[in-house]
């Protein structure tokens, strides 16, 4: 509000009467007989003088400010825009800027007021109007006035402070409108305003710079060397006269120009990298000096300086001796007073620790960190001291480490609870020595804390300890003891039920735990527990026919109970029936060989991991930061990547479609594949599991598979959606991946993925496609006709990734040939998140083309599209198969059409070894034939194309010119068109 007196007496009187009000009655009827009078002005007298609409203007305003409805004066406070006297003209941009809507049908007069100041010669006329832009731009604001902006913000006549201005007037407008602002010329010289001598314009200029980095970073690299001399001449300086900061120079601006460093790599210009590590050698240095004054200001600017130069030194994660000075520093601050400070030094030496430079250096501070996590009272300090241990844990300290985090866990806030049972579940599983400790380690979790086990980490014990005979025993007895306990958690109860139903007769020895007393263990619990551990128990109870058949009749007894058979859970019911049937009709030999013992599961890595990334994103939001924190951090949780991460044998099963037949034992479905048991037969239980990852679930396997009668589907709570209806069937019509057939209406830029021939041979798992805001990988599985792709959607930016959607596209002609189901994704990735995505595939016949997947979102509010191709290839499955010479010759000649037979000579583009071209035609799918051709250098193999309700044979022949560094390449086929595709794939990879 400007300055009332003399020049505006009657606003100074109406807000002094306003102020003398005693009840709001009295307030509202003097309200209202100030906007009668104002509105009969208005409307009365067309005379009125640029003063006095100035002061109706600002009444007006005045009494909006109060929380009171004001529907006219608009056209005046435009009027006032055309005046040339400078409060005039502030009023009418302040009435506007506060009061009137982008939906006005004035705004088109306030765009061509602000076009006309833009073009004026007075500079306090342009900052007005810029200052109106950057407070209430829009997007057709950005269009139609977004060409004037970067010609006032570059030109060499504008004064410094109208630069400032435009630098963020820019800025807001290229939030608004990103596409309009991206051309190469544009950048070439906002970089130039880098080397402005005025540091108000430089400061301006890298908030600018560093949004538009985000866009095109290519464009900017060129602002490296510029920020890396004005860094270098601030940290040098003494004297900046108005940009001294409590002895501080240009604080803000070094913050800035640090943190735009980070959005590239170190510098290869070795010049530029050994000015940069002065100064950041510099920095360092002053961190240790003696402060010169005791105003907290001075250490708050001293300190965002250092811990961003210290972010700066991480990011480029190469030299060890910075990395280990820095460390070395932030250790000075775990016992300072400060709580931002303690909790600063904490996550960035979390960071730290998984560089392999300074892990040495972090690992000093251990016994702090461990006294950080046992006094500190404030709650986001205690999670960073967490964070930190699980960072620099390693072999060696493992034990001592996941102790005191175990004892952490007694009285740690519910809140965090969850994660850091992940946390030590994890620490315990990588870094076994004896995995006896592991299944102390877990058990005792599930004591302390079993509300907050996730189930992930249940159905880890019980694998591992299905695959290592030497604790199978120890298990069984350490469980079987927890089970004694006055209070057993029901998470306690799945682990013994499952892990004595295979193991319990190691322990049978003993009359303490006997088989009786195991079964009367057991079921003495059953009562108390939920309907998903009944059924878990009930299935124990028929193993335990199966390894003790001296009780069998205590247990037929139970299970032939009226509690179990008219139970009015479905499932409960069928189990105890089907149990029931097979105990007795079944024949001791069957009845072992439908019950054996678990065989060991397939490695996987642990999904541990990606359930604790998950649960961390979650935590973030929802994570308390200490009050009064002046530097600018990033609060996300930094995992440990120093070692790679274990991989633990888990079940290769799909338990969403599980299926077994009676005929064949357990052993025979240890080992399938994921995508064998895509299609239930007669006999199968389908299941959809309440919580936890399916791939890693052991129970279903060993428990829920007995086809002795049509089983009732279990279904999951209404609150969490079925995996059946995520994967069975057609796809939700909300779902924003279902496959569009398509005939040239969307483009691929093949250039964005360089290195996708890579995929066609050699690879199943690899980056499709990375930038600076995000990494796009893929991991694949094929079997016979099936396919499975799980895509991974990684954010590198430091802003969330909005509207995340993605779109599956297949070409008309391939439509009949190749089915697809596209997973939904979720539409907000965070910073340093990552979603994965679901694909599966059905060949139906041979196709042409691989299928495109465009992904749509927002970054740093613009729009971002691309489209990719999927690594979804017809040699994907293709199968190799054997035969003899004869045999091949004989084939070779029957498939003698023109149709059947595709030829093609072409340039080797790559080395023409013989190993690694071989090596090229196994990855592609052939199965390569030794000694099948005369000619030793030449190459025959035969392969089936994979397709539903058909096999196509193929035969190749490959015959290199190492002299014409040539290749002549024959395939034939038994379906017409199929040659031609096989050809024109293997010919771009070699």
Known sequence: ?????????????????????????????????????????????????????KKYVCKLLFIFLLGNDVDFGHMEAVDLLASNKYTEKQIGYLFISVMMHHSNDLYKLVIQAIKNDLSSKDPVHICLALTCIANIGTPEMAEEIGDEVPKILTSPDTLHGVKKCAALCLLRLFELKSDKFTHTELSSRLIALLSDQHLGVVTSACSLIQALVTFTPGDYKGCVSLAVSRLSRIVSSTDLKDYMYYFIAAPWLSVKLLRLLQSYSQPEDGAVYERLKESLETILNRATDPPKSKKIQHTNAKNAVLFEA???????????????????LLGGFLNSKETNLRYLALESLTKLAVSDFSRKAVMKHQETVVQALKNERDLSVRQRAVDLLYAMCDREQAEEIVGELLAYLEKADYSIREELVLKIAILAEKFAQDYKWYVDVVLNLIRIAGDYIADEVWYRVT?????????????????????????????????????????????????????????????????????QTKYILLSTYIKLINLFPEIKGDIEEVLGNDNQLRNSDAEIQQRAMEYTKLSQIASSDLLATVLEEMP??????????????????????????????????????????????????????????????????????????????????????????????????????????????QPAPVTAPAAEPSLLDMFGGAPPAQDPTKVQVVTGLIECNEASQPNFNAFICSRNNGILFENDIIQIGVKSEFTGVLGKLQVFYGNKSPLPLQGFTTTLYISAADEPCLRLEGQRVAQLIAAGAQIPQTIKATAVSAFAECPLIQISFSAAGSAQNMVLRLPLLVNKFFRGTSMAAADFFVRWKNLSLPAQECQKVFKASKPMDNDLVKGKVNGFGFQVLDGVDPKPDNLVGAGIVMCEGSQIGCLLRLEPSKAALMYRMTVRSSREGVPELLVNLLAQDL
Do not use: W
Request: aromatic share 4%; proline share 5%; hydrophobic share 35%.
């Open 310 to 328: 210290i972010s700066l030194i991480i990011h480029y994660d190469s030299d060890a001796a910075l990395m280990v000075r820095s460390c070395n």
């Open 1 to 53: 509000m400007p300055r009332t007196g003399d020049s505006m007496r009657g606003l100074a009187v109406f807000i002094a009467d306003i102020r003398n009000c005693k009840s709001r009655e009295q307030e509202k009827k003097r309200i209202n007989k100030e906007l009668a009078n104002i509105r009969s002005k208005f409307k009365g007298d067309k005379q009125l003088d640029g003063y006095q609409k």
């Open 463 to 531: 694998q591992i300890v299905i695959n290592r005979d030497d604790i199978q025993a120890y298990a069984a007895k350490t469980v079987f003891e927890a089970l004694q306990a006055p209070t057993c958690h029901e998470n306690m109860v799945k682990v013994g039920a499952y892990i004595l139903g295979e193991f319990g007769n190691l322990i049978a020895g003993d009359e303490r735990s006997g088989p009786i007393v195991q079964f009367k263990l057991l079921h003495s619990m059953f009562h108390l527990c939920s309907n």
């Open 600 to 709: 060991q599961f397939t490695e996987r890595e642990s999904s541990l991991l990606a359930k604790l990334k998950r649960k961390s994103n979650t935590m973030v939001k929802e994570r308390e930061v200490p009050e009064g924190d002046n530097t600018s951090t990033q609060n996300g949780i930094t995992l440990s990547a120093a070692e790679e991460p274990c991989t633990i044998p888990t079940p290769d099963v799909n338990l969403v479609e599980l299926s077994v037949e009676l005929s064949s034992g357990a052993a025979d479905n240890g080992g399938a594949s994921l995508l064998d048991l895509d299609s239930p037969g007669p006999n199968v239980v389908e299941h959809s599991l309440e919580s936890g990852t399916p791939e890693d679930s052991p129970v279903l396997n060993n428990h829920t598979t007995l086809p002795l009668a």
